[in-house]
């Protein structure tokens, strides 16, 4: 052993002679072993990474490596007690065969991708000539209360992957979305059956949900189904549906959003006050009834037959701060005297606008609740709304 060493250090002294002598630089030798291992696997100390497919049902948890490409070849559900770890300025792609290709974080599951004004987390279509509904998109279900089931620990069932959600944590935790773009979703199954961009089945309020974008999708932006979570600083740009939608009793907050309709689109915000193919089962009844602050919705102008807003199936909220630009109805409200009693809660004050600014709007409000009502009695205009300054937090990190 003595022997060894000592032939070893003179071997040491040899190089190092060598290399002072020539005036080439020294020789550094690095261990690899840690920084480039390839999610618990030794990829060999490569430094070129590997393409690694994410499909199938985990069970594990996983910390993606930003040497290494990944790719959305199908079904990716995470399962209850796993975390996924997505380091800042990661672009995962995604195959561009439709509805059966997404990322899902199943109840008791987390996701936790935070990235950066300048180094965004994005999930994109792989396909060379990308378009809207090449992939799914991103399914995170919690949970949070929902009002399709009859309340307590009962559970609904996910439309895409038939995952269960819902229960009585508000306060469930899914982990943490910050600065993260999903582009080119919104593959469809069926009639039925569709992907958003983001999809929060259930989702609790301990979930942190800041900075996200749904750039160019064929269904809706950003879709609540209950829950309490809440969102910051969204941005929902060329949603070919709906871009903000909420149903099944969600009570979150929306902070800071922002919509731009695209050449194909239907609603800036569609909301329901409960899922109408199920029926409002919760006990006591309640329905949906978010706050939304700060609130901007651009459109294609008023010579164009379309809605910024419909509210209807008894949803309520309160809207602070809202400015809608260019469309021929501004606010479109429809229920009824019976099981949708949208109307009501505007009497009742539990749907209300407290300050709207209307750009080149035709109609500012459309009735067709069953219940009589002014326009004041529903929202209070003022021309000094300016809805979220996007323009500021949206810079460097959205398309548009």
């Known amino acids: 052993m003595k022997n060894n060493l000592l032939l070893g250090l003179a071997l040491a002294a040899?190089?190092?002679?060598?290399?002072?002598?020539?005036?080439?630089?020294d020789i550094v030798i690095n261990d690899n072993s840690v920084n480039n291992n390839n999610n618990g696997g030794d990829n060999g100390g490569q430094t070129t990474g590997e393409t690694i497919e994410l499909n199938g049902n985990y069970t594990e948890s996983m910390t993606l490596d930003p040497i290494n490409n990944y790719i959305i070849t199908g079904p990716a559900i995470f399962e209850d007690g796993t975390t996924l770890t997505i380091p800042a300025g990661m672009t995962i792609t995604a195959a561009a065969t439709g509805a059966d290709v997404y990322l899902a974080i199943a109840q008791g599951a987390k996701i936790m991708a935070e990235g950066t004004s300048s180094q965004p987390i994005i999930f994109t279509s792989a396909a060379t000539t990308q378009n809207a509904g090449d992939w799914g998109g991103l399914i995170i279900l919690g949970k949070a209360p929902i009002n399709s089931v009859a309340g307590g620990t009962a559970t609904s069932t996910s439309e895409i992957a038939s995952l269960p959600y819902g229960g009585n944590v508000a306060d469930d935790n899914s982990g943490m979305l910050r600065y993260v773009r999903v582009e080119y979703s919104g593959g469809k199954a069926d009639g039925q059956s569709e992907n958003n961009g983001f999809s929060f089945?259930?989702?609790?309020?301990g979930t942190v949900v800041q900075y996200i974008q749904m750039f160019e999708g064929k269904d809706d932006g950003v879709e609540f189904f209950g829950g309490t979570v809440n969102v910051?600083?969204?941005?929902?740009?060329?949603?070919?549906d709906d871009s903000i939608d909420w149903t099944e009793g969600y009570t979150g907050t929306i902070t800071d959003a922002y919509v731009k309709h695209g050449t194909n689109h239907d609603k800036g915000i569609e909301a329901d006050g409960y899922n109408t193919d199920i029926g409002n089962l919760s006990s006591p009844v309640y329905f949906s009834k978010p706050t939304v602050n700060n609130l901007t919705i651009v459109g294609l102008g008023s010579g164009t037959e379309n809605e910024a807003i419909r509210?209807?199936?008894?949803t309520q909220g309160v809207f602070t701060n809202v400015l809608l630009d260019g469309f021929a109805e501004g606010f479109d409200l429809d229920g009824d005297n019976g099981n949708n009693p949208t109307g009501a809660g505007v009497l009742s004050g539990d749907l209300v606008v407290n300050s709207v600014s209307f750009l080149d709007v035709t109609l500012n409000l459309k009735n067709d609740t069953g219940e009589t009502f002014t326009?004041?009695?529903?929202?209070?205009?003022?021309?000094?709304?300016t809805g979220t300054d996007y323009e500021t937090w949206g810079a460097g990190w959205t398309r548009q």
């Open 201 to 205: 089945y259930g989702v609790g309020n």
């Open 311 to 314: 509210l209807r199936a008894g």
């Open 232 to 240: 910051n600083n969204v941005s929902v740009v060329n949603a070919q």
């Open 14 to 25: 040899t190089i190092f002679t060598s290399c002072g002598e020539d005036g080439t630089s």
């Open 375 to 385: 326009d004041a009695d529903f929202y209070t205009e003022d021309t000094n709304a």
